[in-house]
Each structure stands twice: as structure tokens, then as C-alpha cells.
């Protein structure tokens, strides 16, 4: 114990002094440090899962080893699916010369593990891999290179699944790639069989039939579904471009372990069998063989297509009367008619299955476009790699892009986007697009604007009520739902800022203008319901992202509702609406945070009950909030459960970042959101937690952990049940405020939250592609992509052809910036900005630095 705790302290003394690195745990199997953004070794390789695939299409993940788990194709998470599939290599002539191309098994997999205590039969973990191994992301490029002293050849594997920020159907597909480049370390020339094997993890028992089908330098793993099941049908395919690959599709058919010890004794013997499929044969094969010289390499690419086109889900209650309906989609009625007849299902479709009608059309289209989609997802990755950011912000905000590609997000048939805000271990976390969980997450408006404005499309026009009122989780398939919940006033109010938002990243004025009669009965149901007295504060009860409602006026929610007041105004005046009654209520609403929710250092709550038009916290609809003897005499001494009160919330103006990332000024005086900030800083951040007291979710940290606590009490009145979620640690709000600290000017302070939270996410225990709150891959932690915005300063206005640059870093410096017409680099050359367009165009009409109208060189 001693030993560990001085390696911790070493931990946090290297963070806190250098900023860029962090020391390794005591092993002779570790480099000294790690550097953010840099390779994983050693330990650090432990719990990685990269996940490969496209946007709604469901994924794998190669592991730090080399290793496929994870494997989750059939429209739901399967997040401990590790089937037996592998690569291998086998050197004719050298002894022990035949390896798994994969680095030796963590030792975390041999007891813990699903299954492990009965010895994990089935897996291919007892078999010779390679000794030495590294693994280096550059999104959404994995880089693993295997090495082993006693064989004189060094393997690279590349994985990757195309990502082209603007083009969301490139960017969604399902498939990914294997590159294979063999390097002969030794003096002699090298016979060598590459091959790749795999059971059939598409089977399903009792279910339809199963068959190892044919291709071209490759085969394809099937199921059938059946007339009454026909979700169970799936198919993989997997091939070569190698034009003398030897296929067999026909494993040993016995039992115990029979199949894979008959085939790993062929590999060993350097056989490469060639058999047709047989009824029962429970995997298939394909062989390369290939001769490398002395200092030769050689390169076997390995593509990898799936085909899932059907599900068994459906979510969500349906309307049960015209109060239900949208006032503004005449359409909305027939939207759930529609859509079953052009899917020809009721339950959800993904994307792919409308645009390829099998998985030969899959693979025809992922081979025939392969090099174009290289190139293109090839110029995101250098653009983005090309910043000279701090290392853990462009670590942090790439490890999250992975969401995008694990089975949190999701495409139906028509293309929309509809997502979960995590993955279970086998199902998805919280349905329905959650609007108080996506409000964080800043990169798909960015990366892929259409999807985004899908969203915002779906709130208004299908999940919003003729009163109003909008359901923040949206039914799948995309139809308008029963509303008989709370609307949730983060959620709602943060959708206004967010149409703003589309609006400038679009430059698509006729677009907002069709939405603005709904985003306006939005905001006069937020009014009448929160608001009714127009003190211009969230007063009444009010559902948030902490699944509980906060009774009396908060910070975190009323700089939600200036913030709409203010992006109403905005959109209001430039379509020539009449908006006086929202400006002065905005001003009132700016007037109240800062003049009754303000205590001189930070935000807080006033909590309230007696004197509201909901009286009886006992009565009001809630979730998980009934209240027992017990709690009622809390209540009667404190006030209604679940409150922050006189605490220093993290979120305490989260509102005000809202605005900011949507390209709206401060809702507040900027003096005193940078004091709340502060106070978040000094009182909420950990660098350990040892000594913290944690009865909810503990795992997010704990321990030696250091993070963000969601809430402190500074200066005590803490409730005896405050807010439900308020010890824990979520990455989502560690990157918002670590941004809204950057907007202000204050980077050391941002960038100490920001490694902070990369430090839990190196490798060694937790997977560092993952960062999980309510599930894993969870929506909120893409809140890092404002990091970008937070430090540079740099945002394009498509409506006015405005380029931002207020940089919070001195000197010269390159940023990544992706728009609606394209993607490239910007940034500052001998104090001049320039622009450097490497993937569709950038139409700039005016550049304003530091808000002074500049020239800018377009290179």
C-alpha cells in the first residue's frame, strides 16, 4: 500500500508540474512516462477498445493487443461479445514461427471475465501471440505494432472505418479494414501464410439457418431470420485484396474444442485448406501465403463489411389524442404510416439497409471506393493531428469521437439521427436522443451539421406538443409520442440556443425561419409553465439532466432560459418578428440571476415550495422521487429532496457555456460567470478522492482518482438528501467547464481539469476510447469538442461568411475547424490568420481577430 500510494503521489507530481505527461505505475513492463496524445505500452494497453465502424451501423473495437471485442452489429450493444476470431501468421522453417497477430492477453482477462472462472473455453487467448506490442490512435486510425524477439519479422496492423466530416453517408457505413504490413527483420528470405479465421458469430441458435457463403478472396459469416423473426437475419463478409488468396468455409465439425484445435494444428502445419461449406461447419478461413527478403515489406489489406437489416425495437408510447400532435407538421399523424411503408417494418430500420440492399452491395461499394475513402477520412486525420493544441485537449476531444462510432448513436432508415445517451453491457442506455444529455455534446453540429439539424427537426416538429410542451426522448422509430412526463427545462430551453446555433453553421436562414413558430411556442410553454409570474427565473419545478426537479430558481437553469430569451431575440429581429415582450423579459432574466441568484462568488438555488403554484412536492409527478415518512420530516425541516441550494454547482451557469458555444454572448456579467467559474475550480475539483464520501455511482472516480465533483458546499447548508447524482464525477461536465474556463482566459485552470480527467482514461484501468457515465461511449463526454472553440476561439458564421479567431493561447498556433461546406485548418502565421481549406471550400467575406477586422491568407 505504501509503494502504491508514493506512486500516486509521483503521478500527480508529475501531472501538476509538467502538464503534458504522467508517470507510469511501478512496472518493469511500463515506459518511465506516458505522454497525452502519444503511443500506449505496457500496461497503458491494458483496457483499450477502439471502435471501428460507421455511424448508426453498429461497430467492433480492436483492442490495444490487436484483439476484435466488443462486437456489437446487431443494433444493440454486446459490449462483452469477444468471439473467436483471429489473424495469424505462420513462418515456414522457424522454429515457434507461428503467432497470433496480437500481443499477449492482459492479465485482467484471466479472472474477472464473463465465463473466466470455468477457464473461458471458446477463446483464443491460450494461443502464442507476439511478445511486444504498441498502440497509437489517430482517429478514427488505430496503429498497433507488434514485435517478438525470438522471430525475425515486425508486424504493423492499421484499422480504421471511414470518417469525413460533412459527409454523414460515407461516414455511416457499416464496415471497416484491416492493413497487414509485414516487415523480414532477418537475413534470410521469409515463407510466410498470413490468414485470418473466424467461427460464425453471426449464428443464432434455433434461429433460422446459418451458412459460410462465398466471395470473392474472402466469405461471408450468415444467419437467415425467419417470417415471424426476421431481426435474426445478419451477415458478414470478409476479404482479401490479395488475388491468390485460398478460402475454406468449411472448419472441423465435432465437438468440445475440436474445430479450433483442428484448425490452429493446419495453421501450425502450414496447410491452407480449401473446402466448400458443409451444413454445421462452424467457421471459415482464408489463407495469403507470400515470400519477404531480407529488409522486405509486404502489405495484406483485409476489408471487412456487415449486413443487419432488420431490429426488434421499438420505443416509445404513441399519442392518444390531437393534444399529442405538433401544430406545426401537418404531416406528423401520418408519420409512423409512412414510415412502416417505406421500411416495411414496424420496429427500427438502420440507414444502410435503405441505401444497400445486401451485403454484396456493402462490400462491392467498400471495395470499389476504398482508396477515395482513405484519402478523404486520411485529410481529417492530418487535419486534425495538425494542431498544435495541447496534447491532452486533442487527445480528449478525439477519444470521444469514438461515440459517434459505438452503438450510443444511431441512423434510421430515412437517414435522421436518433441516439442513446450510452451503451448498457446489451442494451442501449436512456432512449430517445435525450435533449438535457445531447445538449453538451458539441461535435456532430460541427462535424456532420445535417445530422444535427435532424434533431432539432425531430424536437420541434415530431417530440413537440400542440401546447408546447416537448417529450425529451424522442420514440423510435422517429413518430410523435404520448407526452405525460415533465418537460425537461435544460433540455427544451437548450434547443433554442441549438436551432440558433444550426442557423450560424448553416448559413440556412429559410430554415430556421420554418422552424421559428415552433421554437416560439416552445419558449411560451417554457414561459407559462416555469415562468408564469414573468419574474424572468425558472421558478416552478423543473426537470433536468439530474433526473430529479429542482423546486425554486437556480443558476444552471435560468442562464438556460436567458439564453433562450437571447437566441429567440436574435432569430426573432433577423426574420422581422415582433420580439419586445422576450427582450425585456430577458432583461429581467439577467437582472434576477445576478441580483438574486448570486452571492458574490457564485451562482446557487433558492429553493422554494410554499409559495409557488406547485405546492406539494409529495404530489408532483417525478421519477424515483416518492417520499416516505421519513423524507416528508425532511422535508417539513429542509425543503423538498434533491436540491443544491447554497451549493457551488459545476453546471451552476451552464446555460451561459450553451450560449457561448452556440455563438451567443455571455447571458450574464461575464465578472461574475468568471468568479463562478473560479469557485467551480477551488471547490470542486480533486486531484484525489480518497477522503471523498460517494453513496451514489462511485466508479466514474474514486480513490486516487482525481475529477470534478458535480457540487460542493463550500459554505455548508448542504442538504441531507441533496440532488441525487451530486458526489459523482461525469467527463461531460468536467469538459464544459474546463471550456467555459478557456472562453474566459483561464487555461491553466481549464487544461488542470482536462488532465484531470485524461488521467483516469490512460489505459490502465479504464478503456481511454471510452468515457462512460450512464453506459459507455456517453453522449455528454463530447462536450470536449468545445474545447477547440474554448482555447482558439475560432468559429465560422455562415450566415454573415465571419471568421472568429479570439485565441486564449499567446503566439501562433494551428487549429483543426470543421464547417458545413468543408474541413481544414486555421489559425495564426506571424500573427496573421490564415486558412487552409483541405476538404470542400470556405467562402470567407470578413475576418474578425480578437474582434479587430482582418486580412487572412487562404492557403
Not at 397 to 406: R, Y
Request: hydrophobic share 35%.
Amino acid at each position: 500500500m505504501k509503494r502504491l500510494v508514493l506512486t500516486l503521489i509521483c503521478l500527480y507530481l508529475v501531472v501538476t508540474t509538467s502538464g503534458f505527461s504522467h508517470a507510469s505505475a511501478s512496472s518493469n513492463n511500463n515506459p518511465p512516462t506516458r505522454t497525452f496524445n502519444s503511443p500506449y505500452e505496457g500496461d497503458y494497453l491494458n483496457k483499450i477498445a477502439f471502435p471501428i465502424g460507421g455511424i448508426g451501423a453498429g461497430m467492433f473495437c480492436v483492442e490495444g493487443t490487436g484483439a476484435i471485442s466488443h462486437l456489437s452489429l446487431r443494433h444493440l450493444p454486446d459490449l462483452f461479445n469477444e468471439p473467436c476470431v483471429f489473424a495469424a501468421i505462420h513462418l515456414k522453417g522457424v522454429k515457434d514461427g507461428t503467432r497470433v497477430l496480437e500481443k499477449d492477453v492482459p492479465d485482467w482477462k484471466k479472472f474477472g471475465m464473463r465465463n473466466a472462472g470455468l477457464g473461458a473455453g471458446g477463446t483464443t487467448w491460450g494461443l502464442p501471440r507476439f511478445k511486444e506490442g504498441t498502440f497509437q490512435a489517430r482517429f478514427p486510425f488505430a496503429q498497433i505494432n507488434l514485435s517478438d524477439p525470438d522471430l525475425p519479422l515486425t508486424v504493423g496492423i492499421e484499422a480504421w472505418s471511414p470518417f469525413i466530416p460533412t459527409d454523414e453517408d460515407d461516414s455511416s457505413l457499416p464496415v471497416g479494414a484491416f492493413e497487414y504490413t509485414f516487415t523480414n527483420t532477418g537475413s534470410k528470405a521469409l515463407e510466410a501464410i498470413f490468414s485470418f479465421n473466424s467461427r460464425n458469430f453471426m449464428f443464432v441458435p434455433d434461429r433460422g439457418s446459418s451458412s459460410v457463403d462465398p466471395m470473392a478472396n474472402g466469405f461471408v459469416l450468415s444467419q437467415t431470420g425467419t417470417k415471424a423473426e426476421p431481426f435474426h437475419e445478419g451477415h458478414f463478409a470478409v476479404a482479401t485484396d490479395q488475388p491468390g488468396t485460398r478460402v475454406d468455409r468449411l472448419w472441423f465439425r465435432g465437438a468440445w474444442f475440436d474445430p479450433l484445435t483442428i484448425r490452429w494444428n493446419q495453421i501450425v502445419a502450414g496447410e491452407m485448406p480449401q473446402n466448400d461449406f458443409q451444413p454445421g461447419a462452424p467457421g471459415g478461413s482464408l489463407f495469403v501465403p507470400f515470400t519477404l527478403q531480407p529488409g522486405q515489406k509486404h502489405t495484406i489489406r483485409l476489408y471487412m463489411a456487415w449486413y443487419v437489416p432488420y431490429s426488434n425495437t421499438r420505443i416509445g408510447s404513441e399519442p392518444t389524442s390531437r393534444q399529442d400532435l405538433p401544430t406545426y407538421n401537418p404531416a406528423a399523424a401520418r408519420m409512423d404510416s409512412l414510415y412502416q411503408a417505406e421500411a416495411g417494418s414496424k420496429y427500427y430500420r438502420p440507414w444502410y439497409s435503405h441505401r444497400f440492399k445486401d451485403v454484396a452491395a456493402v462490400s462491392t461499394y467498400w471495395q470499389q471506393n476504398y482508396n477515395r475513402l482513405k484519402t478523404d477520412t486520411r485529410k481529417f486525420t492530418d487535419a486534425f493531428y495538425a494542431s498544435t493544441l495541447p496534447p491532452e485537449v486533442t487527445e480528449a476531444v478525439a477519444a470521444n469521437l469514438t461515440i459517434l462510432k459505438s452503438p450510443t448513436a444511431w441512423r434510421q432508415y430515412d437517414g435522421r439521427m436518433w441516439n442513446w445517451e450510452g451503451s448498457g453491457d446489451t442494451w442501449g442506455s436512456c432512449h430517445g436522443s435525450c435533449t438535457h444529455v445531447w445538449n453538451y455534446a458539441q461535435a456532430v453540429s460541427h462535424l456532420f451539421p445535417d445530422l444535427e439539424r435532424s434533431l432539432r427537426e425531430t424536437e420541434f416538429l415530431v417530440s413537440q406538443d400542440a401546447r408546447g410542451h416537448q417529450q425529451f426522448r424522442t420514440n423510435l422509430p422517429i413518430r410523435p409520442v404520448h407526452h405525460d412526463f415533465h418537460a425537461a427545462a435544460d433540455g427544451q430551453l437548450g434547443g433554442i440556443m441549438k436551432v440558433y446555433r444550426e442557423w450560424r453553421v448553416s448559413g440556412d436562414t429559410e430554415w430556421m425561419k420554418h422552424l421559428y413558430p415552433a421554437v416560439k411556442q416552445s419558449l411560451d410553454y417554457c414561459i407559462a409553465t416555469w415562468d408564469p409570474r414573468h419574474e424572468g427565473a425558472v421558478e416552478e419545478p423543473h426537470h433536468n439532466t439530474y433526473d430529479i426537479e429542482f423546486w425554486g430558481p437556480d443558476g444552471m437553469c435560468t442562464t438556460f432560459y436567458a439564453g433562450a430569451l437571447q437566441a429567440l431575440v436574435a432569430m426573432g429581429k433577423a426574420i422581422h418578428q415582433p420580439v419586445k415582450p422576450y427582450e425585456e423579459l430577458f432583461k429581467k432574466s439577467q437582472a434576477y440571476l445576478q441580483t438574486k441568484l448570486y452571492n458574490g462568488e457564485y451562482f446557487y438555488q433558492q429553493v422554494r415550495w410554499k409559495d409557488l403554484s406547485a405546492q406539494d412536492p409529495t404530489k408532483e409527478q417525478s421519477f424515483h422521487s416518492t417520499y416516505s415518512p421519513e423524507a416528508i420530516a425532511i422535508l417539513e425541516r429542509e425543503g423538498p429532496k434533491y436540491q443544491y441550494g447554497t451549493g457551488c454547482l459545476s453546471d451552476g451557469v451552464l446555460g451561459s457555456w450553451i450560449s457561448r458555444v452556440c455563438g451567443l454572448p455571455d447571458v450574464v456579467d461575464t465578472a461574475k460567470v468568471k468568479s463562478h467559474l473560479l469557485a467551480v475550480y477551488r471547490y470542486n475539483l480533486k486531484h484525489s478522492l480518497r477522503t471523498h464520501a460517494n453513496p451514489q455511482r462511485p466508479t466514474y472516480a474514486l480513490g486516487t482518482d482525481g475529477g470534478l465533483l458535480l457540487c460542493t458546499w463550500p459554505r455548508g447548508g448542504k442538504p441531507q438528501l441533496p440532488f441525487v447524482y451530486s458526489d459523482e464525477v461525469w467527463t461531460g461536465i468536467e469538459y464544459q467547464v474546463a471550456s467555459h474556463l478557456l472562453f474566459e482566459g483561464y487555461v491553466q485552470q481549464g487544461l488542470d481539469i482536462v488532465r484531470t480527467c485524461r488521467l483516469r482514461y490512460d489505459g490502465r484501468v479504464r478503456n481511454p476510447f471510452n468515457e462512460y457515465e450512464c453506459g459507455s461511449w456517453y453522449a455528454r463526454a463530447m462536450a470536449s469538442y468545445g474545447l477547440i472553440e474554448g482555447l482558439t476561439g475560432i468559429r465560422y458564421d455562415a450566415v454573415t461568411k465571419t471568421l472568429y479567431i479570439e485565441p486564449r493561447l499567446s503566439g501562433d498556433f494551428t487549429s483543426f475547424l470543421s464547417t458545413a461546406t468543408g474541413f481544414g485548418n486555421v489559425g495564426l502565421r506571424g500573427g496573421k490568420p490564415f486558412v487552409k481549406m483541405v476538404y470542400g471550400t470556405l467562402d470567407v467575406k470578413k475576418c474578425l481577430l480578437n474582434g479587430r477586422k482582418t486580412d487572412v491568407d487562404l492557403l
